[in-house]
């Protein structure tokens, strides 16, 4: 089983910057796939970014160039730097990880941390 903490949410003003964190604990599966997603108020939640354990990544097109996503494998931890924040990037963002046990591979999700951008 995995535990993913995320933080690193908050209010920030438009153009402004915030990072997150998300921490993978936890015993018997091995960490691939991390990744961040977002849910804006009414909307799907949709894919921000993800990187394998080898370091590829890959972006929604709405956020490239603003926003780089790396993790630290040893620590089992991903970031994600979000730079010139637009209001349209608020939403709860949510962690994610695929871990593998030998057997099958599961995703397992974050709580979610809110970002707000406004004025």
């Known amino acids: 089983q995995v535990q993913l903490v995320e933080s690193g949410g908050g209010l920030v003003q438009p153009g402004g910057s915030l990072r997150l964190s998300c921490a993978a604990s936890g015993s018997g599966s091995s960490i691939s796939v991390m990744g961040w997603y977002r849910q804006a108020p009414g909307k799907q939640r949709e894919l921000v970014a993800v990187?394998?354990?080898?370091?590829?990544?890959r972006y929604v097109d709405s956020v490239k160039g603003r926003f780089t996503i790396s993790r630290d494998n040893a620590k089992n931890t991903v970031y994600l730097q979000m730079n010139s924040l637009k209001s349209e990037d608020t939403g709860v963002y949510y962690c994610?990880?695929?871990?593998?046990?030998?057997?099958?591979?599961?995703?397992?999700w974050g709580q979610g941390t809110q970002v707000t951008v406004s004025s």
């Open positions: 990187i394998s354990s080898g370091g590829s990544t």
């Open positions: 994610n990880a695929v871990g593998w046990d030998g057997i099958k591979a599961t995703t397992y």
